[in-house]
């Protein structure tokens, strides 16, 4: 019987509200999954200078503690088609006071809507967005993001180029 998964797969974690303890092995396995999290045990082993059964121990513990909370697959979404990334600030309207529990609901049915961040600041929400071109996005958002309840200002920024650095571990 395998342990319960939460959403998009993730176990939960182990400490909720606790730091995870990682000694400097942990911190270049994590460092090697970062860079490719289809690496197996075996490998991860390889490349650290431990046996198969002892890298795999330690990569269990680090999932069951909640230091990996899940594996995931990133597309090259140039070459599915969709060649327009856009960034968008939402504020939220005064007006009816539509709650966040709907806003979020309604935002996240969209397909083209790749993240939804809550944040604080300038912006009640920023949205990540990808579409086939220029006129796709325009479609996207005065058909689907405009109307969505509560929306008041839009604020978008396209994306021109991106560069993904490792995280600080």
Known sequence: MGRARGPEGQRPSAKVGQMIALDDLDRRMLRLLAGDASLSAGALGRSLGLSQPAAWR????????????????????????????????ITL??????????????????????TVQHVLGL???????????????ERVLRRRIMTLPG???????????EERLPGPL
């Open 58 to 89: 330690r990569l269990k513990r680090l999932r069951d503690a909640g230091a990996i909370a899940r594996h995931r697959l990133d597309l090259d979404l140039p070459a599915l088609g969709f060649g327009v990334t856009v960034f968008l600030g």
């Open 93 to 114: 309207a005064a007006k009816g006071r539509v709650s966040l529990a709907d806003f979020e609901r309604a935002v996240s049915a969209i397909p083209e809507v790749q």
């Open 123 to 137: 912006y009640d929400y920023r949205l990540r967005v990808v579409a086939r071109d220029l006129s796709d996005f």
């Open 151 to 161: 929306v008041g200002a839009v604020d978008a920024n396209v994306l021109l180029s």
